[in-house]
């Protein structure tokens, strides 16, 4: 480790631990007041997280349960995985695309580098009309969530494509504690309802739920989003034997809000919720139908997912207006329809090897994209005005992974493993000179070492090899869509490498505590552009930083969160236009507390702190930072009827979502257009109020 990232993960770590121990002190008195409180604390603690000492092979894994995500707010289903510390979930243009996601010096796009499956379905789209690993969570009904498990790094033989800067994995309930049906409404229209049950059949268990669900928001085009979703599982046998079919649905659509110019509203030409392009928007839907099974015997376990979904997008977007084609404008038509096919098997084997216990796992997962059409089109006002290109691409992969875990001794255990992935690209495309095939292979070997524990506190060191696949059409592309000049295909699989070292310790009672320095290697920041419909020269990066996580329980009712990240970016190759990486978010930090079961009462504060951001390689021009709370509260009115508050925007707060800065036109603005700011701001606060009725 370098003096220079020594000296700034110390400057990093200095007012981190500062804030906690701020924290502590203020909290200590209810935490010492008798033993048996503290006994009660290490219980609540794995109540709403399963992260105890023991359980995990780096201090940056953990898993977060149904109890604490019932009991915090959520403006958008996307905003499940800022339950993974550190992330931060933001919006750029319209509450049915996918989400802008933020973690570990990553401006991650809508999924590139953060893997994601509900219910061991992978969510992230390759080859994706708009952005390569594309992850729309708004098919989730975040009620049915029964648990989400996240990963960071490189560091884990399961994991593969998407999964450099982490992954999380979130399981669907098979049953619900009680039938219930729930109504809410809050301004600019919104209306959600919801009925959710589950039932015994059969000798198993079947679940429904139905949301029906519309919001204009605060813009001055109504947003009019309306989503229609619906879960259908049969589930059988006991936690260690059992099998599940589940069946999903989901269909959206929107008029978007995309991002504006700062000079427009400067001048007053434009409000902050106007639209420069109303007739920006989009439509989606989503089917899926999967099987998971899990059998355990006294030698092992065998786990396999077996997926097929059907998703289609039609989206249209401009983001420069006026600046290629100045009579009709800028505006795109993203399209695609995808049959995807999957599974995912795996076996493991438990033993001893020279009387220390040591298992092994093997794996194999296989996917397969058949993606048509997948089509850019120049349009005005979503009027096709030219074909820009228009493709049919297959996409298939396997990945054999294995790892074995060995119990040294009572304070020594290795998790040593690697995985081997295999891809084939065919692409069709309307211009023959970017049609063809090309195979890629990769190999990634895997570490971790835990030490102790002692005193209730572990050790981690961890490192590994990683990547994540490029756009298909990349891969083949001689011809660039819009121009037709001469390009060069990129490399298919891009190779990353992670390291990391960490601690954890609940030796303090009630406090679970975890700190690691990690850092991470990219061979290419190259990205395609579904805008575009080509991809953009980029260097290699590096990545390193510091996270700082605790969960405390102050007593048997009140739980705090406190998660602070630091992070820093920069480009490994020189360039005169400067080392920073456009996006790349530094500080991060989210704090919280929870109230369940106060007498009637419950609730839970949030407010989440995301820093600032440089928009272009010499750091000339940065993001704002920006904080934002949100507040719930809710109220047992009797055993089966429950009324809750939630408030976004607590403080009301003028801040964006997000930023970009980049050359635009607006009419009667020059041929070259102008370098500006483009921002979308966070909505104004806003009110929900939701009625529950159990049943």
Known sequence: MSDRYADGAARAVEPLL??????????????????????????????????????????????VTAALIANRPALRPGELLEFVPGVIVTQHSGDGKANQYFLRGFNLDHGTDFATHVDGMPVNMRTHAHGQGYTDLNFLIPELVDRVSYKKGTYYADEGDFSSAGAARMSIANKVKEGTATLAMGGNDYLRGLVANSMPLAGGNLLYALELAHNDGPWSTPESFRKQAGVLRYSAGARDSQYSVTAMAYKGAWHASTQIPLRAVDSAAMRPYDAVDPSDGGDTARYSLSFDTVR??????????????R??????????YYLDDPVNGDQARQTERRRMLGFDVAQTWFGKLAGMDMSNRVGLQARHDDIAPLALYATSRQRVVRTI??????????GLWFDNTLQWNDWLRTVAGARYDSYRFDVASDIAENSGKVDAHIASPKLAVVLGPWNKTEFFVNAGAGFHSNDARGTTVHLTPKE????????????????????????????????????????????FSGDAGDTAPSRGSQRSGVELNNHYIANSWLLFDLDLAYSRAR????????????????????????????????????????????LIEDDSRRSASSAIAYLRTSYKLSRRWQLSLDIFNLFNRRINDIDYYYASRLPGEPAGGVEDMHFHPAEPRSYRLTLKAGF
């Open 311 to 320: 998703s289609d997008l039609t989206l249209f977007g401009n983001y420069t």
């Open 18 to 63: 500062y804030s906690l121990s701020t924290l502590l002190i203020a909290l200590s008195p209810a935490a010492a007041q008798e033993t048996a409180a503290a006994a009660t604390a290490s219980v609540q603690v794995l109540g709403h997280y399963d992260n105890g000492v023991g359980t995990s092979d780096a201090a940056s894994q953990g898993v």
């Open 484 to 527: 037709r000049e001469p390009a060069e295909p990129v490399t298919p699989l891009v190779r990353t490498r992670g390291s990391e070292v960490g601690v954890r310790t609940e030796l303090a009672p009630g406090l679970q505590s975890s700190i690691a320095l990690w850092r991470l290697r990219s061979a290419s920041e190259l990205v």
């Open 389 to 398: 290109s228009e493709s049919r691409v297959k996409e298939g992969s396997a």
């Open 296 to 309: 355990r015997n006294a030698d092992g376990q065998f786990r396999a997912t077996a997926y097929a979904v």
């Open 571 to 614: 480009y490994t190759e020189t360039d005169a236009a400067g080392g920073h990486i456009p996006g790349a978010v530094g500080k991060v930090a989210s704090f919280g507390a929870t109230v369940h079961d106060l007498g009637p009462w419950s609730g839970a504060f949030q407010l989440r702190y995301f820093g600032p951001r440089p």
